[in-house]
């Protein structure tokens, strides 16, 4: 059943349509929430919303309970491949939990969060920006280690990045939710602007789990999920570019390297002349590599887990 979240009137006689399609069966009162497209240029949930939606629908019979899936949160920005809400400069993502005062995008924020609150879990699914690619991971704030990671290894991720509180964006969705307690896990895989098949099928996967950790699902699961690595306090190097030219990395993602290890180079292209050598601080596990090749002075290159 497709319902309408928010609504709002658009200039050129158009309208802002915020929905959410709710699949629902049986009758054991859990609740899960599917969220995504509140980047315009993250679309690696409009994949997993796909390939949950035919699911469920291919196995109502096996579904006991809710699954609220909201592919688009800010549909202007994915209409136009943008981050933000566009003509408002805005990124959706500073502006909750909202409010009824406040502008059109703030009020946008507040319906969201009211029409998640409550729910068992909601899974919020952003892939990277179109410069980084990150291995499939659940990002966690400290604050909620003890509740938020046992249900990040249900989902079949290959990492989990526990935060400091600190780094925590209190104008997050998933802050939001938290904070009135609802669990909200944030999901961050793949690269902006393309789809990653294999994450999505994975994360998929995980959904299923965990629904039948909740007692939602008799369908199907994974024989195994991934074990995902667990990452606290100060456990993870960043690599910063040293010079502006060309990123060219000798190596790919989601693999263990050894302290020294080369990863790339930075190049001046106009001479072919090495700016920079880019070597692995620390032996680990690389969860972030650079995507897009243009680089500047303090440009992120890659985050490695230490071990």
Request: aromatic share 6%; proline share 4%; glycine share 8%.
């Amino acid at each position: 059943m497709i319902k309408t979240v928010y609504s709002a009137e658009l200039p050129v006689g158009e309208r802002l349509l915020i929905k959410k399609n709710v699949i629902k069966n049986g009758n054991s009162g859990r609740r899960i929430c599917i969220v995504t497209g509140t980047h315009g240029d993250e679309l690696e949930g409009q994949y997993v919303a796909i390939r949950l939606n035919e699911l469920l629908n291919k196995n109502l019979d096996k579904l006991n309970g809710e699954v609220d899936i909201y592919p688009a949160l800010n549909p202007l920005g994915i209409d136009s491949i943008t981050r933000g809400i566009p003509n408002f400069d805005i990124d959706m993502n500073r502006i909750f939990p909202g409010s009824l005062s406040g502008s059109m995008t703030e009020v946008a924020a507040h319906y969201i969060v009211e029409d998640l609150a409550g729910a068992d879990v909601v899974i919020d699914i952003h892939a990277s920006n179109i410069f980084l690619f990150e291995i499939p991971q659940v990002r966690i704030c400290v604050n909620l280690k003890d509740t938020l990671v046992p249900l990040a290894r249900l989902i079949n991720m290959d990492f989990i990045w526990v935060h400091d509180a600190a780094t925590v964006l209190e104008t997050t969705l998933a802050h939001s939710l938290n904070t009135v307690g609802t669990k909200t896990l944030v999901v961050e895989m793949g690269v902006g602007m393309r789809l990653t098949h294999e994450y999505g099928d994975r994360l998929v996967d995980g959904i299923k789990n965990l629904m039948a950790s909740l007692g939602m699902w008799s369908g199907d699961v994974p024989a195994t999920v991934s074990e995902p690595a667990l990452s606290e306090g100060d456990n993870v190097s960043f690599i910063n570019s040293e010079a502006s030219g060309v990123f060219i990395s000798d190596t790919h993602n989601n693999r263990m390297v050894k302290k020294g290890e080369c990863i790339g180079a930075v190049y001046n292209s106009l001479t072919g002349e090495v700016l920079q050598k880019v070597t692995a601080p620390d032996e680990g596990l690389m969860f972030t590599l650079r995507a897009y090749p243009v680089v500047y002075e303090g440009s992120l290159l890659a985050r490695i887990h230490k071990f």
